[in-house]
């Protein structure tokens, strides 16, 4: 038996010949809270689906609790599974009970307190059509659908989309509270760094179909550094930089270097240049981010 | 849960569908009022009533939940939130269409039986097994059409789906128009009716029910498949 949830192996889709997914590798261990960050068109929504089965991946393999994704397995993992779709639609003519009812039937493990816990303090509205809430309504009953499952496993498509910050934390503290609590994993997509390095504990960002970055979010941040370096003038030759220095920006004087390893190798050298002045820094999820989104 | 679901969403077809019967028995009755050739000018009035009931009544798929969004935004309705429920498509798809062929059967018999109340020369004209004959007959037929719109509605957006559909039956209508032979499913909604002819039309209907059987195999394999 696997520890991974959730386990994609070389994972490709493209569509029309336009490659979405270019050997995805993802590995999402039980009882995590796993933030998926991509920019726009990075991949995101594509791998999700394809890990409920709504997909099907042109080569390599989904598995998620240790069964393809794809195929007559994907019914097991929808019912052990709570999905947030990107799009939050559901259907316009039931009203909020109404889906709430709907989606019940088909999950055994469906708690009626989280339901009612969730109906409350999202402050929905019973009796009114689907189709007559706010995108933020419509988040928050997606969401509520989803948690009320009594899911193993929490899929969330942006999940903040559409939420006032006020509502945001509130669902950020109620992930936080499922995980802990009843050891839910949760895999959730975001645009939003601050609300990921807020509750996640593990990271993928990925780019152009590509997982650039993994692993622990505390990890990464002792692993990632920043290094400035202020020279005395400017250097006429560019420096090689010890392997580990990511990413090099000079305007002028100053040199900043981001780091992934070999940190004091890099500090050493740094002030062995003539006259450097070298300051470290701890960096931001943002930054790592920006760093590798931007120049993959 | 889904049998309810699936009610939601054809309430209103079969609403709109009975009041269309009911105002195109209202205008038979006025043009043609009881006179002995009101069978003939019925039938005809209503052959295309009917395979417009039957397209419409299929055309609620898992492709037309994003009825009211814009392809071009990339949105999908509801559409993913269907297929994450823990049901097969062939469920989905299945249950569907047992609940839209049996609103077609109601639909069929209820305006069957507004023709038999309001027309009392069809009584004369005609036997109460050819009128239970006509209705048993325009079900099977229309079942043919049934399928070939619940196709079309996997790929095509709710517009294009009734125009495509409704194009695509004209021009096999005026395709066949001339074709006397008993397979001719259009024929057995006019003049080969058994309000007419007194006869079952079974050749015709075995031709629905084959065509019917092969599109909903087609369509069951499409949706299995297909990435939505």
């Known amino acids: 038996m696997t520890d991974f949830v959730i386990e994609a192996n070389e994972l490709r889709k493209s569509y029309k010949g336009a490659p979405a997914l270019n050997g995805l590798n993802l590995r999402v261990r039980a009882g995590s809270v796993y933030g998926f960050l991509g920019r726009n068109g990075a991949g995101k929504t594509t791998t999700i689906k394809l890990l409920m089965g709504l997909l099907r991946a042109d080569s390599g393999e989904a598995r998620v609790f240790g069964l393809p994704s794809d195929g007559a397995t994907s019914i097991e993992i929808h019912r052990r599974t709570g999905f947030v779709t990107e799009d939050k639609q559901m259907y316009p003519y039931m009203t909020v009970e109404g889906m709430i009812r709907f989606t019940r039937s088909f999950f055994p493990k469906w708690r009626d307190d989280l339901a009612k816990r969730y109906l409350e303090m999202f402050e929905l509205p019973p009796r009114r059509k689907t189709a007559e809430l706010s995108k933020g309504m419509q988040s928050k009953l997606m969401l509520l659908l989803a948690i009320s499952r009594g899911a193993e496993l929490l899929m969330l498509d942006e999940p903040s989309d559409g939420l006032d910050p006020a509502a945001v ?11 802990a609590a009843e050891g839910t994993t949760i895999f959730f997509s975001s645009h939003q760094l601050a609300e990921v390095e807020q509750i996640a504990d593990h990271i993928c960002i990925i780019d152009r179909g590509r997982a650039v970055v993994t692993g622990s979010l505390d990890d990464l941040k002792c692993q990632y550094q920043r290094v400035l370096v202020i020279l005395e003038r400017e250097l006429s030759v560019p420096v090689r930089w010890v392997e580990g220095a990511e990413h090099v920006r000079q305007e002028g004087r100053t040199v900043s270097i981001l780091v992934s390893r070999n940190i004091d190798a890099l500090l050493a050298q740094a002030e062995s240049l003539p006259g450097a002045s070298v300051e470290r820094f701890p960096v931001t999820l943002q930054e790592i981010f920006l760093e590798h989104v931007r120049t993959h | 849960m889904l049998w309810y679901k699936n009610w939601l969403e054809i309430r209103w077809r079969a609403a709109f569908s009975v009041t269309m019967y009911a105002l195109q028995l209202y205008a038979v009755y006025r043009n043609a009022g009881n006179r002995p050739g009101v069978v003939a000018a019925m039938t005809g009035a209503f052959a295309y009533l009917w395979i417009l009931t039957a397209l419409m009544t299929a055309g609620t798929g898992i492709k037309t939940q994003s009825a009211n969004l814009s392809a071009a935004k990339g949105l999908h309705g509801s559409t993913y939130f269907t297929l994450s429920l823990p049901v097969s498509r062939s469920d989905l798809f299945g249950i569907r269409t047992i609940m839209g062929v049996l609103q077609m059967a109601v639909v069929i018999v209820l305006a069957n039986c507004g023709l038999w109340a309001l027309f009392p020369a069809l009584h004369a004209g005609t036997t109460l097994g050819s009128a239970v004959g006509y209705g048993l007959a325009i079900f099977v037929c229309c079942l043919g059409f049934y399928f070939f719109s619940a196709l079309l509605a996997v790929f095509l957006d709710p517009m294009w789906w009734l125009y495509g559909g409704l194009l695509a039956i004209g021009i096999c209508w005026w395709l066949t128009r001339g074709v006397e032979s008993g397979l001719n499913v259009f024929r057995a909604l006019q003049q080969g009716a058994p309000l007419i002819t007194h006869t079952i039309p079974w050749p015709a209907m075995g031709t629905s029910l084959a065509i019917s059987l092969i599109l909903f195999l087609f369509t069951l394999r499409v949706i299995q498949t297909r990435e939505f």
Request: no cysteine; proline share 0%; aromatic share 0%.
């Open chain 1, 169 to 179: 934390q509130d669902m950020l503290r109620e992930l936080m509270s499922l995980a």
